[in-house]
């Protein structure tokens, strides 16, 4: 089964409001990724967070990690119409020699 | 720097019969994946390899054979193709090893595989 599971599925805001998307995932890891697919495309690295980092940021983007809870959330601030795509948390689990394993993915819809 | 290169990009089989698609990364990357990706699935791990000449198993192996015979290439065979397997493919590759801490993952663009 797929080590993680982002909520919501699909989540739809107006341009200029905040996106949350959460994650959770079922074993211990090394890391957490988080990634976005535009329609048709590969998908394209947003952020890493260590197993030993609590919160990270990078431009609108900012990831929280709780090893307790086993859960991460991504939060992209002031979204813009370009934000529309599909979003996907990654998990290399621990001790699983760097098995990368992905949830179904968030679809986010940002109205301008 | 091309990063992942996947070819073909897109492929029509008849059932029945065999392809291979390839992964070429230019990174020296050790870590290599295959995925399936099918509408409201995400991304499903097919094989994946965490170095030159090794190969395992993901969540869904069935029906598929891989070889890493180079590190920069990693091979996805389809022995018998089924409609089931109608998907689009990505590769991936990570930076990291022994004594390294692993780097995020790069893709290719996709093999959209249609089988008749």
């Known amino acids: 089964s797929q080590q993680g599971e982002e909520d919501p599925q699909a989540l739809s805001i107006q341009e200029g409001e905040n996106a949350t998307m959460n994650c959770s995932y079922k074993?211990?890891?090394?890391?957490l990724q988080w990634y976005r697919q535009n329609s048709g495309r590969g998908l394209v690295h947003l952020i890493l967070i260590r197993s030993n980092e609590r919160e990270k940021h990078s431009g609108r983007l900012r990831v929280t990690l709780d090893t307790s809870k086993k859960s991460s959330s991504l939060l992209i601030t002031a979204s813009r119409a370009a934000d529309t795509a599909s979003y996907f948390c990654?998990?290399?689990?621990?001790?699983?020699?760097?098995?990368?394993?992905f949830g179904k993915g968030i679809t986010l819809s940002v109205r301008p | 720097n091309a990063g992942v290169t996947q070819t073909p990009k897109f492929r029509v089989l008849k059932t029945g019969q065999s392809m291979t698609l390839l992964c070429a990364q230019d990174m020296n990357h050790e870590y290599m994946y295959w995925y399936r990706q099918d509408p409201g699935m995400g991304l499903r791990l097919i094989h994946y390899s965490v170095g030159e000449g090794t190969t395992a198993k993901g969540e869904v192996p069935d029906g598929y054979n891989v070889s890493r015979l180079k590190k920069q290439n990693f091979l996805l065979g389809l022995e018998s193709a089924a409609p089931s397997q109608t998907s689009v493919y990505f590769c991936?590759?990570?930076?990291?090893?022994?004594?390294?801490?692993?780097?995020?993952?790069?893709f290719g663009q996709g093999t959209r595989l249609t089988v008749v």
């Open positions: 990654a998990t290399d689990a621990r001790g699983a020699n760097s098995k990368l394993t």
């Open positions: 991936a590759s990570m930076g990291g090893g022994a004594g390294t801490s692993n780097t995020e993952a790069f």
């Open positions: 074993t211990s890891i090394n890391n």
